[in-house]
Protein backbone atom coordinates (compact mmCIF):
# COMPACT_ATOMS: atom_id res chain seq x y z
CA UNK A 1 0.00 0.00 0.00
CA UNK A 2 1.20 2.89 -0.44
CA UNK A 3 0.77 7.20 0.65
CA UNK A 4 0.87 10.60 -0.40
CA UNK A 5 4.16 12.01 1.28
CA UNK A 6 4.07 14.95 -1.03
CA UNK A 7 1.46 17.90 -0.93
CA UNK A 8 1.34 21.10 -2.85
CA UNK A 9 -0.17 23.74 -1.96
CA UNK A 10 -1.16 25.83 -4.86
CA UNK A 11 -3.11 24.66 -8.14
CA UNK A 12 -0.86 25.27 -11.31
CA UNK A 13 -2.11 28.55 -13.06
CA UNK A 14 -3.57 27.50 -16.43
CA UNK A 15 -3.37 24.55 -18.91
CA UNK A 16 -1.89 24.98 -22.84
CA UNK A 17 -4.75 25.17 -24.97
CA UNK A 18 -7.52 25.62 -22.56
CA UNK A 19 -10.06 28.73 -21.87
CA UNK A 20 -8.89 31.69 -19.65
CA UNK A 21 -12.14 32.20 -18.53
CA UNK A 22 -16.23 31.91 -19.20
CA UNK A 23 -16.34 35.25 -21.22
CA UNK A 24 -17.45 35.05 -24.57
CA UNK A 25 -15.64 32.88 -27.30
CA UNK A 26 -16.24 31.16 -30.63
CA UNK A 27 -14.38 27.64 -31.27
CA UNK A 28 -14.60 26.05 -34.88
CA UNK A 29 -13.76 22.07 -35.87
CA UNK A 30 -10.36 21.76 -37.99
CA UNK A 31 -8.38 18.51 -39.22
CA UNK A 32 -5.22 17.86 -38.03
CA UNK A 33 -3.77 18.45 -41.66
CA UNK A 34 -0.07 17.40 -40.29
CA UNK A 35 1.30 14.25 -41.33
CA UNK A 36 3.10 13.13 -37.99
CA UNK A 37 1.65 12.88 -34.48
CA UNK A 38 2.40 15.11 -31.97
CA UNK A 39 3.43 17.96 -33.93
CA UNK A 40 0.69 20.13 -33.57
CA UNK A 41 0.41 21.12 -29.94
CA UNK A 42 -2.62 22.24 -27.41
CA UNK A 43 -2.31 26.39 -27.07
CA UNK A 44 -0.36 26.47 -30.83
CA UNK A 45 -1.16 29.02 -33.25
CA UNK A 46 -2.06 27.25 -36.37
CA UNK A 47 -2.93 28.84 -39.73
CA UNK A 48 -4.98 27.80 -43.10
CA UNK A 49 -4.28 23.79 -43.98
CA UNK A 50 -4.43 22.60 -47.88
CA UNK A 51 -8.04 22.51 -47.39
CA UNK A 52 -8.98 26.20 -46.06
CA UNK A 53 -11.48 25.93 -43.51
CA UNK A 54 -11.26 22.02 -43.04
CA UNK A 55 -8.12 21.62 -41.89
CA UNK A 56 -5.25 23.13 -40.20
CA UNK A 57 -1.07 23.11 -39.66
CA UNK A 58 1.51 24.47 -37.99
CA UNK A 59 2.83 27.79 -39.64
CA UNK A 60 6.00 27.88 -41.71
CA UNK A 61 8.01 30.52 -42.58
CA UNK A 62 5.25 30.80 -45.93
CA UNK A 63 2.22 31.58 -43.53
CA UNK A 64 0.51 34.92 -44.22
CA UNK A 65 -1.35 36.86 -41.55
CA UNK A 66 -4.72 36.25 -43.83
CA UNK A 67 -4.05 32.42 -43.13
CA UNK A 68 -3.52 32.53 -39.11
CA UNK A 69 -7.08 30.21 -38.01
CA UNK A 70 -6.30 30.56 -34.16
CA UNK A 71 -5.48 29.04 -31.28
CA UNK A 72 -5.48 25.09 -31.17
CA UNK A 73 -7.77 24.49 -27.74
CA UNK A 74 -7.43 21.18 -25.59
CA UNK A 75 -10.62 19.34 -25.16
CA UNK A 76 -12.25 16.21 -22.99
CA UNK A 77 -11.97 13.68 -25.75
CA UNK A 78 -7.82 13.22 -25.67
CA UNK A 79 -6.37 10.16 -24.61
CA UNK A 80 -2.92 9.64 -23.15
CA UNK A 81 -0.83 6.81 -24.81
CA UNK A 82 0.53 3.97 -22.71
CA UNK A 83 3.91 5.69 -21.93
CA UNK A 84 1.28 8.92 -20.57
CA UNK A 85 2.16 10.66 -23.72
CA UNK A 86 -0.95 12.79 -25.63
CA UNK A 87 0.16 13.00 -29.64
CA UNK A 88 -2.49 14.99 -31.92
CA UNK A 89 -3.06 12.33 -34.75
CA UNK A 90 -3.03 13.41 -37.87
CA UNK A 91 -6.45 14.00 -39.43
CA UNK A 92 -8.32 13.88 -35.73
CA UNK A 93 -10.54 16.76 -35.15
CA UNK A 94 -9.30 20.01 -33.05
CA UNK A 95 -11.08 22.76 -31.84
CA UNK A 96 -9.74 26.27 -32.85
CA UNK A 97 -10.32 29.19 -31.11
CA UNK A 98 -11.07 32.16 -33.51
CA UNK A 99 -11.79 34.87 -30.85
CA UNK A 100 -11.40 34.99 -27.28
CA UNK A 101 -9.68 34.24 -24.38
CA UNK A 102 -7.17 31.02 -23.71
CA UNK A 103 -3.42 30.33 -22.04
CA UNK A 104 -0.72 30.21 -24.96
CA UNK A 105 2.04 28.48 -25.91
CA UNK A 106 5.04 31.01 -25.33
CA UNK A 107 8.37 31.13 -26.50
CA UNK A 108 10.51 30.28 -23.82
CA UNK A 109 12.25 33.47 -22.02
CA UNK A 110 9.53 36.05 -22.89
CA UNK A 111 8.25 37.84 -20.41
CA UNK A 112 4.90 39.05 -21.37
CA UNK A 113 3.13 42.00 -19.98
CA UNK A 114 -0.59 42.42 -20.03
CA UNK A 115 -1.48 44.84 -23.18
CA UNK A 116 1.57 43.85 -25.36
CA UNK A 117 1.23 42.89 -28.72
CA UNK A 118 0.80 39.28 -29.93
CA UNK A 119 3.11 37.53 -32.71
CA UNK A 120 2.98 34.28 -33.84
CA UNK A 121 6.34 32.59 -34.61
CA UNK A 122 6.38 31.33 -38.41
CA UNK A 123 9.95 29.98 -38.09
CA UNK A 124 12.07 26.99 -36.82
CA UNK A 125 11.73 25.13 -33.48
CA UNK A 126 9.14 27.66 -32.42
CA UNK A 127 6.75 27.76 -35.23
CA UNK A 128 3.31 27.62 -33.68
CA UNK A 129 4.56 29.31 -30.68
CA UNK A 130 3.89 33.13 -29.58
CA UNK A 131 5.72 35.71 -28.60
CA UNK A 132 5.66 39.73 -27.51
CA UNK A 133 8.53 40.05 -29.21
CA UNK A 134 9.34 40.67 -33.14
CA UNK A 135 12.49 42.77 -33.66
CA UNK A 136 13.62 40.66 -36.57
CA UNK A 137 10.25 41.13 -38.37
CA UNK A 138 9.21 37.84 -39.29
CA UNK A 139 6.80 37.16 -36.94
CA UNK A 140 3.46 37.48 -38.10
CA UNK A 141 1.40 39.89 -35.91
CA UNK A 142 -1.96 38.42 -34.83
CA UNK A 143 -4.97 40.75 -33.73
CA UNK A 144 -5.03 39.80 -30.40
CA UNK A 145 -2.72 40.73 -26.91
CA UNK A 146 -1.23 39.27 -23.60
CA UNK A 147 -3.79 39.92 -21.22
CA UNK A 148 -1.01 38.84 -18.25
CA UNK A 149 2.06 37.33 -17.34
CA UNK A 150 3.32 33.65 -17.35
CA UNK A 151 1.48 31.22 -15.94
CA UNK A 152 2.95 27.88 -14.70
CA UNK A 153 5.70 26.81 -17.40
CA UNK A 154 5.59 28.63 -21.14
CA UNK A 155 1.99 29.44 -21.11
CA UNK A 156 0.31 33.06 -20.83
CA UNK A 157 -3.09 34.07 -21.65
CA UNK A 158 -4.34 35.82 -24.49
CA UNK A 159 -7.26 37.56 -26.17
CA UNK A 160 -7.58 37.15 -29.68
CA UNK A 161 -10.20 39.69 -31.19
CA UNK A 162 -12.05 38.18 -34.71
CA UNK A 163 -9.06 38.50 -37.64
CA UNK A 164 -8.92 40.71 -40.66
CA UNK A 165 -10.16 38.62 -43.89
Given at each position: ?????????????????????????????????E????V??????????????????????????????????????????M?????????????????????????????????????????????G??????????????????I??????????????????
Open positions: MSAQTNYSYHTPIGVAGGLYDLSPYSIDSRINGADPGMKFGMGVVQGVNPGVEVLVPTDASVGSQFEGLLLTGHIQMQNKGELKLQPQQIVGVLRWGKAWARVENGITPVYGESLYLIIDGDDALFTNDDAKGDNLEINGRFGGLGTGDIAPVKIYNQKP
